[in-house]
């Protein structure tokens, strides 16, 4: 029998709080894939896309003329890039014939810089690689070939005036621009394993992280990891992307790197690489404790930074894993300092978001389209650049009075919260040490 002192004790006993169930974000291979009408799966993009993209790539080796590579300048464009080079040059086009172009900071592939680049260099065959993509004009008037390889969010028919296009964007799971590169091009001659295989890794996990299981319908990577271990891969994604993010804007460096090497192990070891990373480490670290802001509805955060690097989708990166809030759907970094008079800002889906399904998943091209939709007149301002990319990680370039127009309309800090009035309790447990204000003090 129970003492007294015991019974006591049981009574007063707090009772236990039920712990909230973990957010179980499902494992990125096993997003439903699209079936054709035999029930088979489409993936990494229709069949007749990559078919067509090999005949050019063939076509374009065979026709011995200059040629331009358009890829984007992270680890994923300049993977895509590389593999389709090692491909033309096994193939029998000269190195010489191949031209590869990266526009200028806060420039793109749409630009008239680029027309006036693309016109100078007068190539037959032009390739643009993972750089989303757009409804304009032809890149340049003279004849010419252009096939689009991309994954990104794109409208119908949102690609260049007589383009040809393969893309992975609506074969879940998306494959990355350099995992569909390799896919296309692997085939076209036996000496590609060795060559490209650990350039697929390299951008896929620069675009969907090093935690990805290369699980059907990705491919069997075992021989690859075998001799290039995942490490390796995964510390070669962080140096390859930092000169792009410097101050500096200093791709070409990244991109001689990649092509130069035979796998991911002297990239470690590249100095031009490690600088930019340090750079954009410390310049990340400067800006990641900036507190939120809080839109009126409460569903996006949005913090405000202004640096010449471009920290800011890293820092919305981080801050989608940390914040947490039931409501809270996007993360948005907003950069003052990347270009004068204009606005960068990246977004995130919150981790805990990221678990919906079906209607409740969250788009962010399509929320951010939904908050200028009553206004048509400021849509038509924000211009091209605004909500592109993935549905999972957008952003965008806009101007300063556009900027502060469009966060108006979504009530940015009209949801913070009012300081309890009145006394302290006097039974009031001591203050937390380790808060979130503390963390934001960390910065000053």
Not at 19 to 33: A, D, F, R, W
Not at 39 to 52: N, S
């Amino acid at each position: 029998m129970a003492s007294p002192a015991k019974r006591k004790a049981e009574t007063q006993a707090s009772p236990t709080k039920e712990k909230k169930p973990k957010v179980q974000i499902p494992e990125y291979h096993l997003t439903p894939s699209r079936r054709d009408d035999d029930g088979e799966i489409v993936w990494p993009a229709p069949e007749a896309q990559i078919e067509r993209a090999r005949e050019i790539i063939k076509e374009c080796a065979s026709a011995q003329k200059p040629t331009l590579i358009l890829p984007d300048k992270d680890a994923d464009g300049l993977s895509s890039g590389a593999i389709l080079h090692h491909t033309l040059t096994s193939l029998g086009l000269p190195s010489d014939l191949i031209s590869v172009y990266f526009p200028p900071k806060g420039s793109n592939v749409h630009d008239e810089s680029t027309r006036s680049t693309i016109t100078e260099l007068s190539p037959a065959y032009i390739f643009v690689l993972d750089q989303g993509s757009r409804k304009t004009g032809p890149l340049y008037d003279e004849p010419h070939t252009c096939l689009i390889v991309d994954h990104h969010f794109a409208d119908e028919g949102g690609f260049p005036e007589g383009a040809e296009f393969v893309t992975a964007h609506d074969c879940p799971p998306v494959a990355t621009s350099a995992l569909l590169t390799y896919t296309i091009c692997l085939p076209l001659h036996s000496d590609l394993e060795n060559k490209v295989s650990w350039l697929a890794a390299l951008g896929t996990h620069g675009d969907l992280g090093n935690t990805l299981k290369w699980q059907p319908p990705f491919p069997d990577m075992t021989a690859t990891f075998k001799k290039y271990p995942k490490k390796s891969i995964n510390d070669a994604v962080g140096l390859v992307n930092a000169p792009r993010r410097s101050a500096a804007y200093n791709v070409d460096a990244a991109w001689d790197a990649v092509i130069s090497v035979d796998g991911p192990q002297p990239l470690l070891g590249n100095d031009k690489l490690r600088d930019a990373q340090f750079e954009v480490k410390q310049e990340t670290e400067r800006w990641s404790h900036v507190p939120p802001k809080f839109s009126r509805d409460a569903t996006i955060a949005v913090l405000t930074i202004k640096s010449a690097a471009q920290v800011h989708p890293v820092v919305a990166t981080r801050w989608a894993g940390f914040l947490k809030s039931e409501k809270l759907e996007i993360i948005m970094c907003a950069n003052e300092g990347y270009l004068p008079s204009k606005v960068n800002f990246s977004c995130r889906v919150a981790k805990h978001a990221r678990a919906r399904k079906g209607d409740d998943k969250v788009n962010i091209i399509q929320t951010l389209e939904s908050i200028v939709a009553d206004d048509p007149d400021l849509r038509a301002r924000l211009g091209e650049s605004f909500a592109r990319g993935h549905k999972e990680a957008s952003g965008g370039i806009i101007n300063v009075q556009e900027w502060e127009e469009f966060k108006k309309l979504m009530g940015v800090g009209e949801n913070s919260r009012k300081k309890a009035e009145g006394k302290t309790p006097e039974n009031k447990k001591p203050a937390q040490k380790n808060t979130l204000q503390n963390y934001f003090i960390k910065a000053s």
